[in-house]
């Protein structure tokens, strides 16, 4: 199941931007909250950014942090971000599985993920959060973005570890991707062991949860 996001947002690449609306102006009040939050976050700061995706939200990081090291597992996802923010000169990139972080160095400040916790399975939350949280340094803030419910969530079902798979197709394939929603006492839990002044909060028109915590 985990390959299997690894090939859905493979072969979606192409189109990832424009399908989430990326290519459009938000005027949301909430989308404008969750701006700010990246603002006040990383000012100045060194920024790791897991699973970034096109990179909509590493621009916005990169506009007011020293650096960002955006990194994903698709050759396919960090060649659109390379076009999206090749006039950006504090952004670089490399790819990186996110439960390793294999060759990323360890001298970050913050860090930021955005709709990729949903792809975690439950028994890799706390290998992910310990490959991410070692390769940042004490006091670093930590801010991590994702849905409050999966909105295409017709043909779901639940594997044997608990985890939800949703269905998805791209290129006239199918795809069974995991897609938890996890509740905020479940976030606090995964991060009880090392997240201080945790912050959870909910943008319901967004259709958004964010936590923010220093380590
Ligand atoms: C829903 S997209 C989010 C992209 C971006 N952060 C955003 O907000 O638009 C999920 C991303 O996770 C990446 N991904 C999937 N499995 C991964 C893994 N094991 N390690 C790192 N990135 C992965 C995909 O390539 C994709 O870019």
Redesign the pocket.
């Known amino acids: 199941m985990?390959k299997e996001?690894?090939k859905?947002?493979?072969a979606?690449?192409r189109d990832?931007?424009q399908r989430?609306g990326?290519d459009q102006e938000n005027d949301l009040e909430e989308y404008n909250e969750i701006r700010h939050l990246i603002s006040d976050m990383f000012v100045d700061c060194d920024v790791l950014?897991?699973?970034?995706?096109?990179?909509?939200?590493?621009g916005k990081v990169s506009r007011i942090a020293k650096s960002v090291l955006a990194?994903?597992?698709?050759k396919?996802?960090i060649s659109q971000a390379r076009k999206l923010l090749s006039g950006h000169p504090n952004v670089t990139f490399k790819e990186?599985?996110?439960?390793s972080l294999k060759s990323i160095p360890n001298h970050f400040t913050g860090a930021i993920?955005?709709?990729?916790w949903?792809?975690i399975p439950r028994g890799k939350v706390a290998i992910f959060l310990d490959a991410l949280h070692s390769k940042l340094k004490p006091g670093s803030r930590v801010l991590h973005?994702c849905q409050l419910e999966d909105l295409d969530s017709e043909n779901h079902r639940q594997d044997s570890d608990g985890n939800t798979i949703a269905l998805r197709k791209a290129d006239s394939r199918v795809y069974h991707i995991i897609k938890n929603i996890p509740s905020e006492h479940e976030l606090r839990k995964a991060l009880s062991r090392v997240a201080r002044d945790l912050q959870y909060l909910r943008y319901p028109d967004f259709g958004l949860w964010s936590v923010a915590y220093s380590l």
């Not at 950014?49 to 590493?58: D, H, K, L, N, P």
């Not at 990194?71 to 698709?74: A, E, K, L, P, Q």
């Not at 990186?96 to 439960?99: F, K, R, S, T, V």
Request: include cysteine; proline fraction near 0%.
């Open positions: 985990v996001v690894v859905y947002y493979d979606l690449a990832y931007h989430f990326y950014e897991v699973a970034c995706g096109t990179g909509y939200w590493t990194t994903d597992i698709n396919s996802m990186a599985d996110a439960y993920t955005v709709l990729w949903c792809h973005i």
